[in-house]
């Protein structure tokens, strides 16, 4: 019975963890969903500085919003935090999530860092002459959108099993309680049989002790 409660609480812990890995993903997907929305933005410019039709100083507006863009990710990656953990900045490897009462019960989860010199994307331009340097930069982001959205995809996943890992401990804890809750009925049930058996011994012996003490007053009194 105390193995079980001891398993209870370990498990309405791990739910309370699961729910905070739930809590860091979701913090993680919304800085990633920002970061995908500029880097889809910044390939809509390049794709527009890749036409001939533009001029130099055309190209050259199209850089400014370029650059704010590239900077705007690094920001992004150096200031997402859970915690006081900076999930994107390159210091945190991974992260385990401990979703069960026993030792080793855990899932792993990455977050690759996501500045723009991560991404591949620091130093990419998309004004000049011609197109060069625009397709280039077509290319590059390419590769870190295909980045972003993996990554998304891993922690997409990872948030499935944490939730499903909720569910299926909510289940298993109740089928645990009610276990438990009958090994104690069970229990008391048979320390009130024991304790009702020890007070008839108790009483028959004073009883019979009464008994016992009366016989040689009552002797006395027949002589007296």
Same mark, same amino acid.
């Given at each position: 019975?105390?193995?079980?409660?001891?398993?209870?609480?370990?498990?309405? !812990?791990?739910?309370? %963890? $699961?729910?905070?890995? =739930? #809590?860091?993903?979701? *913090? @993680?997907?919304? &800085?990633?969903?920002?970061?995908?929305?500029?880097?889809?933005?910044?390939?809509?410019?390049?794709?527009?500085a890749s036409n001939g039709t533009l001029k130099d100083?055309?190209?050259?507006?199209?850089?400014?919003?370029?650059?704010?863009?590239?900077?705007?990710?690094?920001?992004?990656?150096?200031?997402?935090?859970?915690?006081?953990?900076?999930?994107?900045?390159?210091?945190?490897?991974?992260?385990?999530? !401990?979703?069960?009462? %026993? $030792?080793?019960?855990? =899932? #792993?989860?990455?977050? *690759? @860092?996501?500045? &723009?010199?991560?991404?591949?994307?620091?130093?990419?331009?998309?004004?000049?002459?011609?197109?060069?340097?625009?397709?280039?930069?077509?290319?590059?982001?390419?590769?870190?959108?295909?980045?972003?959205?993996?990554?998304?995809?891993?922690?997409?996943?990872?948030?499935?099993?944490?939730?499903?890992?909720?569910?299926?401990?909510?289940?298993t804890m109740e089928n645990l309680a009610a276990s438990?809750?009958?090994?104690?009925?069970?229990?008391?049930?048979?320390?009130?049989?024991?304790?009702?058996?020890?007070?008839?011994?108790?009483?028959s012996a004073t009883a019979m002790l009464a008994q016992?003490?009366?016989?040689?007053?009552?002797?006395?009194?027949?002589?007296?």
């Amino acid at each position: 019975s105390e193995k079980m409660r001891a398993q209870i609480g370990g498990m309405k !812990q791990a739910i309370r %963890n $699961a729910q905070d890995g =739930i #809590s860091m993903i979701q *913090t @993680a997907e919304g &800085a990633l969903n920002e970061t995908h929305a500029i880097l889809n933005r910044m390939r809509e410019l390049a794709v527009q500085a890749s036409n001939g039709t533009l001029k130099d100083d055309d190209r050259a507006k199209l850089e400014k919003e370029f650059v704010v863009l590239n900077e705007e990710i690094t920001r992004i990656a150096n200031d997402t935090e859970f915690n006081t953990m900076k999930l994107f900045d390159g210091n945190l490897a991974s992260v385990k999530f !401990q979703i069960g009462a %026993n $030792a080793g019960q855990m =899932i #792993s989860g990455s977050f *690759t @860092a996501m500045r &723009a010199s991560d991404l591949g994307i620091d130093g990419q331009h998309i004004s000049g002459a011609d197109a060069t340097q625009a397709q280039a930069a077509i290319t590059a982001l390419d590769s870190a959108i295909g980045t972003v959205s993996e990554t998304r995809a891993n922690l997409g996943a990872i948030q499935n099993r944490l939730e499903h890992t909720i569910a299926n401990l909510g289940v298993t804890m109740e089928n645990l309680a009610a276990s438990e809750s009958r090994i104690r009925d069970v229990d008391m049930a048979q320390e009130m049989t024991q304790f009702t058996k020890n007070q008839i011994l108790i009483q028959s012996a004073t009883a019979m002790l009464a008994q016992a003490n009366m016989k040689p007053q009552a002797v006395l009194q027949l002589l007296g």
